[in-house]
C-alpha cells in the first residue's frame, strides 16, 4: 500500500462517503483495531467537552467522531457498538452544541446509523474537514488542536502555530474580499436584472457530496417550487456544477457546491410625479418584485444549508444592471420622492456585498435580518437612506 493510499485510509476509515455508511462498516473499525488519535474519536455518549474535539478536528487535519462506541480499554480501540438514545435527534443536538460554542462553526457533515436490533438507539457519526477559515475558538476564548500523542485536544499555545492558523484564514479572506468586490457576468439586453447569489464560506466547498442523488436533486427540486410557489421554470437543466431551473425570464441555480444563485427582470412602469413647479414622469422598478426575489433567495439557502447540516460562513452578493435613470417603486414611500427633485438613480450597474466580513448561517434563521440591510444599500444606490420603516433621507451617494 503506498504512503498516500495510507493516508487516505487514515484520514477515512471507511473508504466510502459518510453517506452511504451502514452498521455493518462500523466493524471495520473493530477488525483495523482503529485506535483513538490524530483523526479518529471514540465516545460513548455526548461528553461535556465536544465542542474543545470539533474545533481541535478543524483547527488541524480533519477527523472523525463517533459517539455510541464503547472504547474503554489501555489501546483506545472500539470493541462494540452499543448506541446512544434516539428520542432527542443526536443530530440536532450536535448541530446545536457546535452552533452555540464554537466560533466561527466548523463544516462537518453527520449520519445517524440506527441499530438494527434497537432501532431506539443509534451511532453518530460525524466527519470534520480541516478547516480553511480557521481558527475556530470555543467558548471559553481558547483555541485546540489535535494531539499526535493522544486523543484529547490541546490548548494551541505556540505563537508558530497560532500564526499559520491566522494567515490561513487570512489568505482566505483575500479570496472572499476578490469574490465579494468582482462583478457578477453581465447579461446581454437593457431591461433591468437583478441578480442574487448566496456562496459559502470558504470558496469552492462541496458542500453537497454526493450530489447528483436522485432523493437529493427531488429534495431540492421541491424546496424551490415551494418558495417560489409555483413560478419557476418546468425546463431544468443539468451540469457538472449542479443544475438549473431556466427560462426567458428567470434563472436559478443549486450548486454542489452550496451557491444559491438566482436572477430574474425586475418589472418596470411609468408613473407621472405630480409636483406643483413641474409635473414629470419617470420609470419605476417595481420594488416589491426586488424584495420578493432577494427574500426567496435566501429562503431556499437556508433550507439548502439545513438539509446539508451547514452552519459555517456565508457571503451574500446582488447585481442591478441597466438601472440609469430608474427610481424605486416602494408604495411606503412615493410620497417622500415626491419632494426631491432627482428621485432616481444615476448608475447603470451595482454590485451589492452584504458587508465585507463573512457572515454565519445562522443569521439566515431570520431572513428579513439578511435582507434588510441589503435593501437599505439599494435604497442609498437610488439616493436615499433608509432609517427605519418609516422615514428616509436624502444619500446623496447617487449624484
Not at 494531539?147 to 508558530?160: A, K, L, Q
Request: with cysteine.
Amino acid at each position: 500500500m503506498s504512503k498516500g493510499q495510507l493516508e487516505v485510509l487514515m484520514i477515512n476509515p471507511f473508504g466510502k462517503p459518510i453517506e452511504q455508511l451502514e452498521e455493518q462498516d462500523l466493524n471495520k473499525l473493530i477488525e483495523a483495531e482503529t485506535s483513538e488519535g490524530l483523526y479518529v474519536e471514540y465516545k460513548e455518549d455526548f461528553p461535556t467537552h465536544l465542542a474543545k474535539i470539533v474545533a481541535s478536528f478543524a483547527n488541524t487535519f480533519g477527523g472523525w467522531i463517533i459517539i455510541g462506541a464503547d472504547a474503554r480499554n489501555p489501546r483506545n480501540v472500539p470493541t462494540s457498538f452499543p448506541g446512544i438514545e434516539i428520542n432527542n435527534d443526536p443530530k440536532d443536538r450536535f448541530r446545536n452544541i457546535c452552533r452555540d460554542t464554537i466560533m466561527p462553526v466548523p463544516l462537518f457533515e453527520s449520519k445517524l446509523i440506527l441499530k438494527s436490533s434497537n432501532p431506539n438507539r443509534g451511532i453518530l457519526v460525524v466527519r470534520i474537514p480541516e478547516s480553511t477559515y480557521p481558527p475556530h475558538i470555543i467558548r471559553d476564548g481558547r483555541i485546540y488542536r489535535r494531539n499526535m500523542e493522544g486523543s484529547d485536544p490541546v490548548r494551541e499555545t505556540d505563537r508558530h502555530i497560532l500564526d499559520r492558523l491566522f494567515e490561513k484564514s487570512r489568505l482566505n479572506k483575500t479570496e472572499v474580499k476578490a469574490f465579494i468586490n468582482r462583478k457578477l457576468q453581465k447579461s446581454s439586453g437593457q431591461e433591468v436584472l437583478f441578480k442574487v447569489m448566496c456562496c459559502p464560506v470558504p470558496l469552492n466547498l462541496k458542500l453537497i457530496e454526493p450530489f447528483f442523488v436522485p432523493e437529493r436533486i427531488s429534495r431540492f427540486k421541491k424546496m424551490a417550487r415551494n418558495i417560489w410557489k409555483g413560478t419557476l421554470p418546468k425546463n431544468i437543466r443539468f451540469e457538472p456544477e449542479g443544475f438549473a431551473f431556466e427560462g426567458e425570464q428567470q434563472r436559478l441555480e443549486i450548486l454542489r457546491s452550496g451557491v444559491v444563485f438566482y436572477y430574474t427582470p425586475i418589472p418596470t412602469q411609468v408613473k407621472s410625479i405630480d409636483r406643483e413647479s413641474e409635473p414629470r414622469q419617470l420609470e419605476f422598478l417595481n420594488y416589491q418584485a426586488l424584495q420578493i426575489a432577494l427574500l426567496r433567495t435566501i429562503k431556499l439557502t437556508r433550507e439548502v444549508y439545513r438539509f446539508s447540516g451547514y452552519m459555517g460562513l456565508f457571503v451574500i452578493k446582488v447585481a442591478m444592471e441597466n438601472i440609469d435613470g430608474k427610481g424605486l417603486d416602494d408604495p411606503k414611500f412615493l410620497s417622500f420622492y415626491k419632494t426631491f427633485p432627482d428621485p432616481r438613480c444615476n448608475y447603470t450597474d451595482v454590485i451589492l456585498p452584504y458587508g465585507f466580513n463573512p457572515r454565519e448561517a445562522r443569521t439566515m434563521e431570520n431572513p428579513r435580518q439578511v435582507a434588510d440591510r441589503l435593501l437599505g444599500y439599494i435604497y442609498r444606490c437610488f439616493g436615499f437612506e433608509a432609517l427605519d420603516t418609516h422615514s428616509l433621507t436624502r444619500s446623496g451617494l447617487a449624484r
